[in-house]
Protein backbone atom coordinates (compact mmCIF):
# COMPACT_ATOMS: atom_id res chain seq x y z
CA UNK A 1 0.00 0.00 0.00
CA UNK A 2 1.36 3.77 -0.73
CA UNK A 3 0.40 6.78 -1.42
CA UNK A 4 1.43 9.84 -3.94
CA UNK A 5 0.75 13.50 -3.55
CA UNK A 6 -0.72 15.38 -6.66
CA UNK A 7 -0.76 19.63 -6.23
CA UNK A 8 -3.57 20.56 -8.30
CA UNK A 9 -4.79 23.97 -9.29
CA UNK A 10 -4.48 27.60 -8.71
CA UNK A 11 -4.39 26.83 -4.88
CA UNK A 12 -2.01 23.66 -5.00
CA UNK A 13 -4.33 21.51 -3.45
CA UNK A 14 -2.91 18.32 -2.71
CA UNK A 15 -4.96 15.12 -3.73
CA UNK A 16 -3.69 12.22 -2.85
CA UNK A 17 -3.83 8.70 -4.48
CA UNK A 18 -3.88 5.71 -2.53
CA UNK A 19 -2.99 2.65 -4.31
CA UNK A 20 -2.62 -1.20 -3.65
CA UNK A 21 -0.57 -3.99 -4.81
CA UNK A 22 -3.77 -5.27 -7.30
CA UNK A 23 -3.49 -1.34 -8.92
CA UNK A 24 -6.45 -0.26 -7.66
CA UNK A 25 -6.60 2.75 -5.32
CA UNK A 26 -8.59 5.28 -3.76
CA UNK A 27 -8.52 9.30 -4.54
CA UNK A 28 -8.61 11.91 -2.12
CA UNK A 29 -9.81 15.45 -2.86
CA UNK A 30 -9.60 15.91 -6.53
CA UNK A 31 -9.76 19.56 -6.26
CA UNK A 32 -8.97 20.34 -9.85
CA UNK A 33 -7.51 19.83 -13.42
CA UNK A 34 -9.45 15.99 -13.80
CA UNK A 35 -7.82 15.83 -17.21
CA UNK A 36 -4.50 15.85 -15.75
CA UNK A 37 -5.55 13.11 -12.78
CA UNK A 38 -6.97 11.28 -15.02
CA UNK A 39 -3.55 11.17 -17.30
CA UNK A 40 -1.46 10.48 -14.38
CA UNK A 41 -3.66 7.52 -13.17
CA UNK A 42 -3.74 5.97 -16.94
CA UNK A 43 0.16 6.35 -16.97
CA UNK A 44 0.77 4.26 -13.83
CA UNK A 45 -2.40 2.31 -14.76
CA UNK A 46 -4.22 2.67 -11.91
CA UNK A 47 -7.74 2.01 -11.10
CA UNK A 48 -9.80 4.27 -8.51
CA UNK A 49 -12.86 2.64 -6.83
CA UNK A 50 -14.09 5.38 -4.73
CA UNK A 51 -13.29 9.10 -4.01
CA UNK A 52 -13.59 10.64 -0.37
CA UNK A 53 -13.70 14.18 0.23
CA UNK A 54 -12.21 15.16 3.02
CA UNK A 55 -14.65 18.61 3.18
CA UNK A 56 -16.35 20.02 0.65
CA UNK A 57 -14.68 23.75 -0.12
CA UNK A 58 -14.38 24.59 -3.82
CA UNK A 59 -10.62 23.73 -4.17
CA UNK A 60 -11.15 20.04 -2.83
CA UNK A 61 -14.06 19.36 -5.48
CA UNK A 62 -13.40 20.53 -8.28
CA UNK A 63 -12.84 17.85 -10.05
CA UNK A 64 -15.26 15.56 -8.42
CA UNK A 65 -17.59 14.97 -11.28
CA UNK A 66 -15.29 14.77 -14.00
CA UNK A 67 -13.58 11.93 -12.33
CA UNK A 68 -16.62 9.82 -10.80
CA UNK A 69 -18.31 10.04 -14.45
CA UNK A 70 -15.00 9.11 -15.89
CA UNK A 71 -14.53 5.95 -13.69
CA UNK A 72 -17.87 5.15 -12.67
CA UNK A 73 -17.13 5.59 -8.86
CA UNK A 74 -18.74 6.63 -5.97
CA UNK A 75 -17.97 9.76 -3.93
CA UNK A 76 -18.26 9.63 -0.34
CA UNK A 77 -18.59 12.98 2.26
CA UNK A 78 -19.45 13.97 5.60
CA UNK A 79 -23.51 14.42 5.96
CA UNK A 80 -22.64 18.01 7.78
CA UNK A 81 -21.55 18.88 4.09
CA UNK A 82 -23.64 16.75 1.50
CA UNK A 83 -25.60 20.02 0.28
CA UNK A 84 -21.93 21.91 -0.14
CA UNK A 85 -21.52 19.93 -3.26
CA UNK A 86 -24.39 20.93 -4.84
CA UNK A 87 -24.39 24.93 -3.80
CA UNK A 88 -21.43 27.59 -4.66
CA UNK A 89 -22.65 29.57 -1.64
CA UNK A 90 -21.35 27.21 0.74
CA UNK A 91 -18.31 25.65 -0.94
CA UNK A 92 -16.88 29.10 -1.23
CA UNK A 93 -16.58 29.05 -4.79
CA UNK A 94 -19.00 32.19 -5.24
CA UNK A 95 -16.78 34.40 -3.52
CA UNK A 96 -13.55 33.71 -5.17
CA UNK A 97 -13.49 35.72 -8.35
CA UNK A 98 -10.60 33.96 -9.92
CA UNK A 99 -12.52 30.99 -11.17
CA UNK A 100 -16.35 30.26 -11.96
CA UNK A 101 -18.62 29.14 -9.23
CA UNK A 102 -18.84 25.04 -9.11
CA UNK A 103 -21.79 23.05 -8.40
CA UNK A 104 -20.95 18.99 -8.14
CA UNK A 105 -23.64 16.68 -8.36
CA UNK A 106 -24.38 15.33 -5.10
CA UNK A 107 -22.26 12.44 -3.50
CA UNK A 108 -23.34 8.90 -3.38
CA UNK A 109 -22.72 7.81 0.03
CA UNK A 110 -22.90 10.06 3.06
CA UNK A 111 -20.25 9.71 6.22
CA UNK A 112 -22.67 10.20 9.27
CA UNK A 113 -20.12 8.86 12.30
CA UNK A 114 -16.48 7.55 13.40
CA UNK A 115 -16.29 4.44 11.33
CA UNK A 116 -13.64 1.67 10.46
CA UNK A 117 -14.49 1.65 6.49
CA UNK A 118 -13.42 -1.32 4.53
CA UNK A 119 -13.53 -1.15 0.57
CA UNK A 120 -11.52 -2.69 -1.93
CA UNK A 121 -8.48 -3.87 -0.40
CA UNK A 122 -8.53 -0.89 1.60
CA UNK A 123 -9.09 -0.57 5.33
CA UNK A 124 -9.15 2.39 7.52
CA UNK A 125 -10.85 4.71 9.95
CA UNK A 126 -13.03 7.83 9.88
CA UNK A 127 -12.23 10.46 11.84
CA UNK A 128 -14.74 13.56 12.81
CA UNK A 129 -12.37 16.70 12.58
CA UNK A 130 -14.70 19.58 12.65
CA UNK A 131 -13.45 23.85 12.56
CA UNK A 132 -11.79 24.09 9.55
CA UNK A 133 -15.68 23.18 8.31
CA UNK A 134 -18.39 21.74 10.21
CA UNK A 135 -18.22 18.21 7.93
CA UNK A 136 -14.43 18.01 8.08
CA UNK A 137 -13.17 14.28 8.43
CA UNK A 138 -9.62 13.08 8.00
CA UNK A 139 -8.96 9.37 6.79
CA UNK A 140 -6.56 7.23 8.85
CA UNK A 141 -5.13 4.20 7.68
CA UNK A 142 -3.35 2.73 10.94
CA UNK A 143 -1.56 -0.27 9.60
CA UNK A 144 0.35 1.87 6.85
CA UNK A 145 0.65 4.85 9.56
CA UNK A 146 -0.92 7.92 7.99
CA UNK A 147 -3.34 10.05 8.26
CA UNK A 148 -5.54 12.15 5.14
CA UNK A 149 -6.01 15.77 7.23
CA UNK A 150 -7.40 17.72 4.97
CA UNK A 151 -7.09 21.44 6.09
CA UNK A 152 -7.42 20.64 9.38
CA UNK A 153 -3.51 20.53 10.45
CA UNK A 154 -0.78 21.06 8.45
CA UNK A 155 3.11 21.44 8.54
CA UNK A 156 3.80 24.40 10.94
CA UNK A 157 -0.01 25.31 10.94
CA UNK A 158 -3.77 24.99 11.10
CA UNK A 159 -6.60 25.33 9.07
CA UNK A 160 -7.69 28.31 8.56
CA UNK A 161 -11.71 29.20 10.42
CA UNK A 162 -12.79 32.32 9.11
CA UNK A 163 -14.98 31.08 6.30
CA UNK A 164 -18.37 30.72 6.80
CA UNK A 165 -18.97 27.45 8.93
CA UNK A 166 -15.38 27.98 10.26
CA UNK A 167 -14.67 27.32 14.57
CA UNK A 168 -11.53 28.24 16.09
CA UNK A 169 -12.16 26.14 19.07
CA UNK A 170 -13.68 23.29 17.63
CA UNK A 171 -10.60 22.75 15.66
CA UNK A 172 -7.88 23.48 18.21
CA UNK A 173 -10.19 20.68 20.36
CA UNK A 174 -10.85 18.30 16.61
CA UNK A 175 -6.49 17.94 16.57
CA UNK A 176 -6.38 17.68 19.86
CA UNK A 177 -8.39 14.82 20.65
CA UNK A 178 -8.49 12.99 17.12
CA UNK A 179 -5.48 13.94 15.41
CA UNK A 180 -2.70 14.25 18.02
CA UNK A 181 -3.47 11.05 19.79
CA UNK A 182 -2.22 9.02 16.97
CA UNK A 183 1.14 8.17 17.24
CA UNK A 184 3.75 10.32 16.41
CA UNK A 185 5.64 8.61 13.58
CA UNK A 186 2.28 9.15 11.70
CA UNK A 187 2.77 10.64 8.51
CA UNK A 188 0.21 13.65 8.20
CA UNK A 189 -0.80 14.14 4.54
CA UNK A 190 -2.29 17.49 4.44
CA UNK A 191 -4.28 19.41 2.29
CA UNK A 192 -2.04 22.15 1.27
CA UNK A 193 1.94 22.36 1.36
CA UNK A 194 4.33 19.29 2.57
CA UNK A 195 3.72 16.39 4.28
CA UNK A 196 4.54 16.45 8.01
CA UNK A 197 4.42 13.98 11.02
CA UNK A 198 2.19 14.05 14.44
CA UNK A 199 5.42 14.22 16.22
CA UNK A 200 6.92 17.01 14.58
CA UNK A 201 3.78 19.24 15.30
CA UNK A 202 3.18 18.37 18.34
CA UNK A 203 6.98 19.48 19.15
CA UNK A 204 7.40 22.49 16.93
CA UNK A 205 3.72 23.53 15.40
CA UNK A 206 3.70 27.27 16.83
CA UNK A 207 -0.69 26.87 16.79
CA UNK A 208 -0.46 24.31 19.44
CA UNK A 209 1.59 25.52 22.34
CA UNK A 210 0.29 24.12 24.95
CA UNK A 211 -0.80 20.88 23.87
Not at 107 to 127: R, V
Request: glycine share 8%; aromatic share 10%; proline share 6%.
Amino acid sequence: MKWSQIPLGVLQTNCYVVESPDKTCLIFDPGSEGKKLIKWLSKRELKPIAIFLTHAHFDHIGAVDEIRDYYKIPVYIHEEEEDWLIDPSLNGSKFFQMQESIKMKKADYILKKEETITIGNFNFSILETPGHSPGSVSYYFETEGFVVSGDALFKSSIGRTDLPGGNHKLLMKSIHEKLLFLPEETTVLSGHGPITTIGEEMDGNPFLNGF
